[in-house]
């Protein structure tokens, strides 16, 4: 079992930056690949960036592409994303994720384990 607890969320103004971080607790965390998830209300959940087991693969949505940036810490078991130049329509509950096996994809259904969420507001 996996348990993840995501912080850092919060109330910024359009331009601001925020770091989002996901502690695990379970060993299966450095073994599997991890991701974030972002929903906002009335929308699907959507894939926002995603790390590969080893951290030598990142993969993002192309609305965060060079905005936003996703790193591990296996040591303390924690998963970042760094985000940068907000914008209004960042606007979401963020979510983190653990995907059994090396490989991220951006399908929510394929991850086994979610955080309970952390609200990001960018207002303009």
């Known amino acids: 079992q996996v348990q993840l607890v995501e912080s850092g969320g919060g109330l910024v103004q359009a331009g601001d930056s925020l770091r989002l971080s996901c502690a695990a607790s379970?060993?299966?965390?450095?073994?599997?690949?991890m991701g974030w998830f972002r929903q906002a209300p009335g929308k699907e959940r959507e894939f926002v960036a995603g790390l590969s087991r080893s951290g030598g693969s990142t993969y993002y949505a192309d609305s965060v592409k060079g905005r936003f940036t996703i790193s591990r810490d296996n040591a303390k078991n924690t998963v970042y994303l760094q985000m940068n130049n907000l914008k209004p329509e960042d606007t979401a509950v963020y979510y983190c994720?653990?995907?059994?096996?090396?490989?991220?994809?951006?399908?929510?259904?394929?991850?086994?384990?979610w955080g309970q969420g952390t609200q990001v507001t960018v207002s303009s």
């Open positions: 994720a653990v995907r059994l096996g090396s490989r991220v994809t951006a399908t929510p259904i394929e991850y086994a384990y």
């Open positions: 379970g060993r299966t965390f450095s073994s599997a690949a």
